[in-house]
């Protein structure tokens, strides 16, 4: 479970800077820095078996048969990856320490961050696609809160919320793609959609799988149009931008690109969708970064042109390519990083990274100068440098396609434009900053070195550059041999990492790039000027036009059908229904079916008729109130008769379990409330409710007739005949609840517990006045609780909850169960109050009701949680039969325990409303409704 525990650490790592603090900024970083650095530890002591082109696949069962099971992953791919994660993320919490001032809260910080990572790291090692959607859609939230961090100033929250929308839009197109590829594959395991890359390619389904993968991946990797986000969300803290938007989450969509290469590349949509697109963001993010007079901005835009240059290799479609992608993956990450983190090291110390004010740097800082420069050069593809490797092969793979016919040189030669730009942005970069005369009204002056510990990521990342750069085959050679087996499915070309391969075209391309990017840049005032004379197009002021106009609209809308009426809701909804059935039955022949009714007999009919005139009655007498109410509670009555006629003796239970304590939450309320309704509906609004309830009615009626008559296939045999043998209990209805579904049923408890929980903070502080008198004028009596209910109560309440206990214990092999036993708890327990009142009942039950439900909650998912140690999906059941001296035979099952579970979690719930209702209303006595 070591795969579990590299993605687990760093987001239980992230309890300890929260707590450590308050001890010192060192103290919060060091306990920040603890988790990724034991995980880090366990990533390398798989590296000998990753090398060796090893494949580690681990499966935890969860939810088998929706497809989604807790699958981790590591090969050569996601070892790269999760060691760019970890390793460039030890080195910004480092930089963070003395990027952070001591007003910050640096713990928050580190938390956010390392949840970020955690989520990362699910991403990369995740075999199963559902549960790397999952991770994914993490990374979404957590880099909102970190893009966001300095939520004071406008732009990070502008800035945050539209890489939120963007990459979420994204991720919502991503999770269609990702269920079409399950659907087609049947399987959402990467061993078996990597496998079945040919069966994916031949459906019919492939055009549509591939956009919405793609737009997931386009949006994540900032690629044209969906681009405008990232130079947006440079308004985060510099050693985000340095992690997120260098070397993490904009490579997520480029790692997925990678990951599914075997499965949707090799096709001529391929090659037009993803190279053609890396080869738009590749050139216009390079002019873009030339043009940009921010620091961070610079880096954002060429962020963005590198993401298009790997992008573009990726589609090219070659082995050779998807070499030289991956191994640009590495290098830009280790040279981007460093350029953020030296950004953000000239921003500290001078107050401003405005390259119109940075100017001579180099005698106030030439340590950062030293190392920005060098990064700079890495990323212009100056040899002996890292870029320089992996930009030759990109230059050699653009001369190798010849997708594009007749136009097969566009491509390298828009590949050499835009690195023409590179070279000129790059060169920007050093000369406006540490060259070029003296810096200009400096917010801080004079500038000066960072603390020394703040250099030393730099360092380390620049180092890399050189290394790699000089001696690529003792360096990276290993890293990039597996992660292109991974990539490629282990069909890995002869491909060759020697820094001289000797004069040839890619070379050429190379020198040209280095001398048009300096004549490019020498005549960067005419440039200037002409990009000032174009339009100004803002993208965060059109996305913010877009998103009010979007909030317009849909207040129109909302407005329109959502207007605070509850009849017009209704009508919409039956007139929705009503639409819907009469396309179901229209091509129906004849209503009656093959199939003969039931014969009805007196009883049943005696039943149909109280059960129909208890519905009328409801109908008649809805004005009044509390007679409205009793003649409906017939109608419930009834309807628990008409199960336990028709052999339910469960549903019967639980419907008269529900009745009473739904009846007795109406009573309660209703004493807040005038006892006559008024009328509100016009003659013209009852003709037309008249109507639609007949024409609804009829249509209910009808097409209940047309299935009942017709033969139909039904589930249920295969829960009779796995009820004994699958769940160990021969009550069909209460082994679907706790082990077939029990799934749903911990859903549902858990939906319950929340409800009561929010209608506690509607209730809790809330005082409404007590009324004098009933609707006839009487003042109310005086005993609010009589001997005769009182002396009644005592003596129902263990009654009642040995019959709670004997229906829990008998539940699974004979009508009961946790819910019933529940209801039938609550009931019990709540008569106290009503006999009794809040304060003599609570002084007697010291409990919270809020730990109960919590409780019930815990248990059930703990239950399903404890068939994982035996290797079962979860919520597995199991089961035995015991010998128990002096009793015999005894069957016990785990599911009792989730059945308790559910028990407590209705207990809670119901009481939590319940009981706080009479805390609603108190007089000037303070006396109780309860």
């Known amino acids: 479970m070591a795969l579990a525990l590299i993605i687990a650490l760093p987001m239980l790592g992230a309890l300890l800077p929260l707590l450590l603090g308050r001890l010192g900024r060192s103290a919060c970083a060091l306990g920040a820095a603890v988790a990724p650095l034991v995980a880090l530890a366990l990533l390398l002591s798989k590296r ?25 992953r590591l090969d050569g791919l996601g070892f790269l990856f999760a060691l760019l994660i970890l390793g460039i993320g030890v080195l910004v919490i480092l930089y963070a320490r003395y990027y952070l001032s001591k007003k910050e809260p640096m713990g928050r910080f580190f938390a956010f961050f390392l949840l970020f990572m955690g989520a990362m790291l699910g991403v990369v090692l995740s075999e199963n696609l559902l549960l790397m959607l999952m991770f994914w859609e993490l990374t979404s939230l957590s880099s909102f809160l970190l893009i966001g961090f300095w939520s004071h100033r406008q732009d990070a929250r502008q800035g945050a919320r539209m890489a939120l929308a963007v990459t979420g839009g994204g991720g919502l197109a991503l999770l269609a793609g990702i269920l079409l590829l399950g659907h087609v594959v049947g399987s959402f395991e990467l061993s078996a959609v990597l496998a079945a890359g040919d069966a994916i390619r031949a459906h019919a389904l492939y055009p549509l799988i591939l956009v919405l993968v793609l737009l997931g991946v386009f949006t994540k990797s900032a690629q044209f149009p969906f681009h405008f986000w990232l130079p947006q969300a440079m308004a985060a803290p510099t050693p985000v931008s340095a992690f997120l938007h260098s070397a993490t989450m904009v490579k997520a969509g480029v790692f997925l690109l990678a990951r599914l290469y075997p499965a949707l590349a090799d096709s001529d949509l391929w090659f037009y969708l993803v190279s053609l697109t890396g080869l738009t963001t590749l050139l216009f993010g390079a002019v873009m970064a030339l043009f940009q007079h921010d620091l961070k901005g610079l880096l954002a835009y060429s962020t963005i042109s590198h993401l298009g240059l790997i992008t573009l290799l990726f589609g090219l479609d070659s082995p050779l390519a998807a070499v030289a992608a991956i191994f640009h993956i590495i290098n830009h990450a280790t040279f981007k990083a460093s350029l953020f983190m030296a950004a953000g090291i000239i921003d500290h110390e001078t107050g401003t990274r405005d390259m119109r004010l940075l100017n001579g740097l180099w005698k106030y800082m030439p340590h950062t100068a030293v190392l920005a420069m060098v990064a700079c050069a890495a990323m212009a593809g100056v040899p002996l440098l890292n870029g320089f490797l992996s930009k030759e092969m990109f230059f050699a793979e653009t001369l190798e396609q010849h997708l594009l016919g007749s136009f097969y040189w566009s491509i390298p030669v828009v590949a050499t434009l835009a690195s023409t730009f590179s070279v000129a942005y790059s060169l920007r970069f050093i000369h406006d900053v540490f060259f070029n005369g003296e810096p ?16 030393i990521p730099v360092e380390v990342l620049v180092m ?16 990039l041999a597996s992660a292109v087996g991974a990539t490629l499915d282990g069909d890995v070309p002869a491909y060759s990492l020697s820094i001289w391969h000797g004069f040839n075209l890619p070379l050429l391309m190379s020198f040209v790039a280095l001398a048009g990017g300096i004549l490019l840049y020498s005549q960067r005032r005419v440039l200037y000027s002409w990009y000032e004379g174009l339009p100004s197009l803002d993208a965060l002021v059109v996305f913010e036009r877009c998103v009010r106009a979007l909030t317009a609209g849909s207040e129109k809308l909302t407005r329109t059908l959502e207007n605070g009426s509850l009849q017009r809701y209704l009508m919409l909804l039956l007139l929705s229904a009503l639409a819907l059935m009469i396309y179901a039955l229209s091509p129906l022949q004849s209503f009656t079916g093959p199939v003969a009714m039931t014969e009805l007999d007196g009883v049943t009919a005696l039943g149909m008729l109280v059960l129909l005139l208890g519905s009328l009655c409801t109908l008649y007498f809805h004005r009044r109130r509390l007679v409205g109410l009793m003649m409906l509670s017939c109608v419930g009555l009834m309807v628990a008769l008409a199960f336990a006629r028709f052999s339910a ?7 008269l379990s529900v009745e009473v304590v739904t009846i007795i939450l109406l009573i309660l309320t209703l004493f807040f409330m005038p006892d006559y309704t008024p009328v509100e509906s016009s003659s013209l609004r009852t003709a037309r409710d008249l109507l639609l309830a ?3 009615g009829t249509l209910v009626a009808l097409l209940v007739y047309a299935v009942l008559t017709r033969p139909y296939q039904s589930i249920a045999p295969f829960f009779l005949e796995n009820s004994v043998s699958g769940g160990g209990g021969t009550n069909v209805v209460n ?6 579904r029990g799934f749903d049923t911990l859903g549902e408890i858990s939906v319950l517990a929340i409800a009561a929980v929010g209608i506690y903070g509607l209730l809790h502080g809330l005082h409404l006045p007590f009324p004098p008198r009933d609707a006839g004028g009487r003042l109310w009596s005086t005993d609010s609780h009589p001997m005769i209910l009182d002396n009644l109560s005592r003596m129902l309440l263990p009654l009642a909850l040995m019959i709670s206990v004997f229906i829990f214990l008998r539940g699974h092999n004979l009508p009961g169960g946790g819910f019933i036993a529940g209801l039938i708890t609550a009931v019990a327990l709540i008569l106290q109050y009503i006999s009794h009142g809040v304060s ?30 035996f290797g079962f999906p979860f919520l597995t059941s199991a089961f035995g039969h015991f010998h128990i001296p002096g009793i015999g035979e005894i069957e016990l099952a785990t599911a009792m325990l989730f059945d308790l579970g559910v028990y407590l979690a209705v207990v809670g719930a119901t009481l939590l409303i319940l009981s706080n209702i009479g805390h609603v209303s108190q007089d000037e006595s303070s006396r109780e409704i309860l």
């Open 464 to 479: 890399l550059c050189l290394l790699v750069g000089m001696l690529p085959a003792y360096t990276v050679a290993p890293l």
């Open 735 to 740: 082994v679907i609840l706790v082990d077939f």
């Open 440 to 455: 200009v009204d400096l917010p801080k002056y004079p500038p000066h070195e960072p603390a020394r510990y703040m250099k």
């Open 649 to 655: 003796p469960d549903l019967a239970l639980t419907q």
């Open 694 to 696: 007949s024409g609804v």
């Open 840 to 869: 003599w009942t609570q002084a007697r039950q010291p409990w919270s009701y809020h730990g109960v439900a919590g409780a019930g909650i815990l248990i059930a998912a703990l239950t399903g949680l404890g068939s994982w140690l």
């Open 48 to 72: 000998e078996a990753v090398f060796a082109g090893n494949t580690e696949v681990v499966r935890l069962p969860w939810l088998s048969e929706l497809g989604l099971d807790l699958s981790l």
